[in-house]
């Protein structure tokens, strides 16, 4: 009686050379799968014109068992949109400039080895991604994935003004720079939105927020209720009004959010303190925002370009994360 050999798994690494050291994460992808048992992992580097969709597509026909993705933000949101509802699962290696993602989900952001023997391991979670529908202004759409954070208004007008040089050498604190370059000039605009079925509501805001998960770098909470596996998306409207208004978009997102939150005695101090004005908060599976004239829109901290309409919805469990073996899920 004759038995055949199990069948060998295989990993597939798709990363940024721009942003990673290829070369030696290469190797280390290689030697851990040949001391797991798996076989020689493939490699594919993304490019100046495959962000890392085309790439993931070309591993997933390859019959993958998982995929690995190292690079900015921007490459792990391709990779995202390519692998969700496949069921493969991705594992991600912190890289990059602001590894918003797995900041979010508390991964170990200084060992890479830890995450690829996480992709090797059997340790998996589901999470939501959101989808977000543009539509220009000569009425062209397009769909695009996101998995932290999408945008239309200053926030994306401050991405666009952030130098790459200096984005390169400093990392996230690069877009203090953008937002320095695109403040003295901003000029709230009219918006009309809706969450879910619910009824229309129209200001003049700043900017429209959807958000997956609310973290951002540094510690700051942008959107602190926010959850990755709820199967919704929260939305804050930026919405102040004069010097005075700013600052309480900095209190509440700073100082509320990231540092009073944390404490009993700090959450029954904004209990009492009731609504602040500048930011309205709200959560939904779906939301849509309109507006008069092309605005800039971003997603995960890419521009996107202008659009009149940016239409936003959740994918509950979409993403099949490969996790550390006992971390911690209840949080996320």
């Not at 969700?84 to 890289?95: F, K, W």
């Amino acid at each position: 009686m004759t038995t055949s050999a199990p069948v060998q798994r295989q990993a597939a690494l798709v990363y940024n050379p721009i942003k990673v050291d290829g070369k030696n994460l290469r190797a280390r992808v290689r030697d851990l799968s040949r001391e797991a048992g798996w076989e020689h992992p493939a490699f594919y580097p993304t490019t100046v014109e495959d962000a890392g969709q085309l790439a993931t597509a070309q591993a997933l026909e390859r019959g993958v068992d998982v995929v690995l993705v190292a690079g900015g933000d921007g490459t792990v949101r391709a990779v995202s949109e390519a692998i969700a509802g496949t069921g493969v699962p991705l594992a991600i290696l912190p890289s990059g400039t602001g590894n918003l993602l797995a900041r979010n989900l508390g991964l170990p952001l200084g060992d890479p080895d830890e995450m690829i023997r996480a992709a090797l391991g059997d340790f998996r979670h589901p999470i939501d991604i959101g989808w977000a529908r543009i539509t220009r202004e000569d009425g062209t759409e397009s769909e695009h994935a996101f998995v932290v954070l999408a945008g239309i208004g200053l926030d994306a007008d401050m991405i666009a003004n952030t130098r790459s040089d200096l984005k390169k050498s400093v990392g996230w604190i690069a877009y203090v720079d953008g937002a320095a370059r695109s403040l003295p000039r901003a000029k709230p605009f009219r918006t009309v939105y809706q969450i879910d079925e619910g009824r229309l509501h129209t200001h003049r805001a700043y900017s429209v927020l959807f958000a997956n998960c609310g973290t951002l770098p540094a510690g700051i909470a942008l959107i602190p209720e926010a959850s990755i596996t709820d199967a919704a998306l929260d939305i804050a409207v930026i919405q102040p009004t004069g010097v005075l208004g700013w600052v309480a978009v900095w209190r509440k997102i700073w100082w509320d959010n990231s540092v009073l939150r944390r404490f009993r005695a700090g959450r029954r101090v904004l209990e009492r303190r009731g609504r602040n004005a500048s930011v309205h908060y709200f959560r939904g599976t779906a939301a849509e925002a309109a507006v008069p004239e092309s605005t800039p829109v971003e997603l995960d901290g890419d521009e996107f370009g202008s659009a009149v309409r940016i239409t936003c919805w959740a994918d509950p469990g979409a993403l099949l994360l490969a996790l550390p073996s006992g971390h911690p899920v209840a949080m996320i």
